[in-house]
């Protein structure tokens, strides 16, 4: 099992910048590939970003690639989720996913990851 909470997300206004952490235990951070999601109000879960364990691929949403980056600590068993030039249709919350070794399939899909953050809101004003 393994268990993730999410942190930092906050009211930002347009432009500005938040960093999301997700703290994972149970299972090193190492070990498993991990994925940043986000829901806005009446809206699917989305992908927004993930990180193999190996930690040398990482892959993006096309409406955060250039502003977005995952990234891991293993140090810390944290994967973070840097967000630059927010904007206000950024606003959703956030949540943290990962994955066992086993799961082959896309990181782009919410059914290929076992374990969810509860989840933390971002917003962006205008």
């Known amino acids: 099992q393994v268990q993730l909470v999410e942190s930092g997300g906050g009211l930002v206004q347009a432009g500005g910048s938040l960093r999301l952490s997700c703290a994972a235990s149970?299972?090193?951070?190492?070990?498993?590939?991990m994925g940043w999601f986000r829901q806005a109000p009446g809206k699917e879960r989305e992908f927004v970003a993930a990180i193999t364990r190996s930690g040398s691929s990482t892959y993006y949403a096309a409406s955060v690639k250039g502003r977005f980056t995952i990234s891991r600590d293993n140090a810390k068993n944290t994967v973070y989720l840097q967000m630059n030039s927010l904007k206000p249709e950024d606003t959703a919350v956030y949540y943290c996913?990962?994955?066992?070794?086993?799961?082959?399939?896309?990181?782009?899909?919410?059914?290929?990851?076992?374990?969810w953050g509860p989840g933390t809101q971002v917003t962006v004003s205008s």
């Open positions: 996913a990962a994955r066992e070794p086993g799961n082959s399939g896309s990181y782009y899909y919410t059914d290929n990851y076992n374990y």
């Open positions: 149970g299972r090193t951070v190492s070990s498993i590939s």
